[in-house]
Structure formats: structure tokens, C-alpha cells
């Protein structure tokens, strides 16, 4: 069984905020794979369904994102979930908007989020999907930016990256398989950063 999580802040008035684009990245897989309604577990929304033929259970933390880890820890104890099989969707404003990096292990760069499934799990040793929101340009914008809305110009690939996400991401789950899963979402979206770059 794996643990797919997305991170985000919980509420209508975070709902469309970049800081949210994991739990849009976890809502577009439920769709696309037939999953069943979300329910309210582990301090958090849940579906458990199937990908690639593998049981998989799918997890919106609603702790707000600076406690995303005590959801993701109550839930990967609750179904016997060992770390090296969660994997963890998030916004990332080192890279380009519609850009996409898989990584295992390592730092939490200053995400909040990050910081807390790390703390919580008690190791680095889970998979990170790092969704591109780009960067303002100023680290003291950073917080307003990234708990604003995505503008008209983004939304014009948001929905396709989104969807790119959700068609491959079976291929998370298979190893050795992430640069697949990068390349083909990459081919999908094949628009430049630079013509992306319209961020606020």
C-alpha cells in the first residue's frame, strides 16, 4: 500500500491559493482514477482507492500546512505505511511555474510543510513531487505570494500540468520509474518557463 499526499492549507479561502496546488495535484488523481468520495480521518481528507494496480491511499491534510506531518504520520501508522512509500506533493518556488522535480530524501528548503512530515515521520526518506509556482522574485514577498490565488496567466497551464499529473502518476509507484513520470509530464507541457514567467 502507499501514502499519496498533497499539501495545502484547508478552507474555500485557501482553496485556489499556489501554496495549495498539492491537494489540487491529490484531487485531480482521485478524479482521473475513479476514486471514492474523500472522507474525514487522521486529522485530514482520505480516499483509498487503486493505481496502477496498486492500493493506494490518497491524503489531504487538514492541519494547515505548518502541521501537515501529524495527518501524514497518523495515517501512514494507521495503514502500516513505511516512509520509503509516501510520497508528498508540493508547491516548490524554486522552480519555474509548470515545472516538475522528483526527489527522495534530503532537506525541506524552508517549507513548512516538509519540515513538519519530516519531523513527525522521524526521516528525510520519502518521496517529494516538487510542483513549480516560481519564485517573486523577493523573500520578503514570499508569504503573500504563495498564499495568493493563481493569476489568469497561470491558470492558462494549470490545468493541463494538473492533468499531466494525475494521467502518470502510476509511474511513482514503480521503481526507477520517476524520471519517466518527470519526462512524460514534461512532454505534455512542452510551453518554455519564459513564456510562463507572468507571475505576480
Same mark, same amino acid.
Given at each position: 500500500?502507499?501514502?499519496?499526499?498533497?499539501?495545502?492549507?484547508?478552507?474555500?479561502?485557501?482553496?485556489?491559493?499556489?501554496?495549495?496546488?498539492?491537494?489540487?495535484?491529490?484531487?485531480?488523481?482521485?478524479?482521473?482514477?475513479?476514486?471514492?468520495?474523500?472522507?474525514?480521518?487522521?486529522?485530514?481528507?482520505?480516499?483509498?482507492?487503486?493505481?496502477?494496480?496498486?492500493?493506494?491511499?490518497?491524503?489531504?491534510?487538514?492541519?494547515?500546512?505548518?502541521?501537515?506531518?501529524?495527518?501524514?504520520?497518523? %495515517?501512514? *501508522?494507521?495503514?502500516?505505511?513505511?516512509?520509503?512509500?509516501?510520497?508528498?506533493? !508540493?508547491?516548490? /518556488?524554486? @522552480?519555474?511555474? $509548470?515545472?516538475?522535480?522528483?526527489?527522495?530524501?534530503?532537506?525541506?528548503?524552508?517549507?513548512?510543510?516538509?519540515?513538519?512530515?519530516?519531523?513527525?515521520?522521524?526521516?528525510?526518506?520519502?518521496?517529494?513531487?516538487?510542483?513549480?509556482?516560481?519564485?517573486?522574485?523577493?523573500?520578503?514577498?514570499?508569504?503573500?505570494?504563495?498564499?495568493?490565488?493563481?493569476?489568469? %496567466?497561470? *491558470?492558462?497551464?494549470?490545468?493541463?500540468?494538473?492533468?499531466?499529473?494525475?494521467? !502518470?502518476?502510476? /509511474?511513482? @509507484?514503480?521503481? $526507477?520509474?520517476?524520471?519517466?513520470?518527470?519526462?512524460?509530464?514534461?512532454?505534455?507541457?512542452?510551453?518554455?518557463?519564459?513564456?510562463?514567467?507572468?507571475?505576480?
Amino acid at each position: 500500500m502507499w501514502l499519496l499526499a498533497g499539501l495545502g492549507n484547508p478552507g474555500d479561502q485557501y482553496k485556489n491559493n499556489r501554496h495549495n496546488i498539492g491537494f489540487m495535484a491529490v484531487d485531480e488523481i482521485a478524479q482521473a482514477h475513479n476514486f471514492p468520495p474523500f472522507r474525514k480521518k487522521f486529522q485530514s481528507e482520505f480516499s483509498e482507492g487503486k493505481l496502477a494496480g496498486q492500493k493506494v491511499v490518497l491524503l489531504k491534510p487538514q492541519t494547515y500546512m505548518n502541521e501537515s506531518g501529524q495527518a501524514v504520520k497518523a %495515517a501512514a *501508522k494507521f495503514f502500516k505505511i513505511k516512509p520509503s512509500r509516501i510520497v508528498i506533493f !508540493h508547491d516548490e /518556488l524554486d @522552480l519555474s511555474p $509548470g515545472k516538475i522535480r522528483v526527489k527522495e530524501g534530503g532537506g525541506n528548503a524552508g517549507h513548512n510543510g516538509l519540515r513538519s512530515v519530516q519531523a513527525h515521520l522521524g526521516t528525510p526518506d520519502f518521496q517529494r513531487v516538487r510542483l513549480g509556482i516560481g519564485h517573486p522574485g523577493d523573500k520578503n514577498r514570499v508569504h503573500g505570494y504563495v498564499l495568493k490565488d493563481f493569476s489568469k %496567466a497561470e *491558470k492558462s497551464w494549470l490545468p493541463s500540468f494538473l492533468d499531466s499529473i494525475a494521467c !502518470h502518476a502510476g /509511474l511513482l @509507484l514503480e521503481e $526507477g520509474k520517476s524520471s519517466d513520470f518527470m519526462s512524460k509530464v514534461a512532454m505534455d507541457n512542452p510551453s518554455s518557463a519564459d513564456e510562463k514567467k507572468g507571475v505576480s
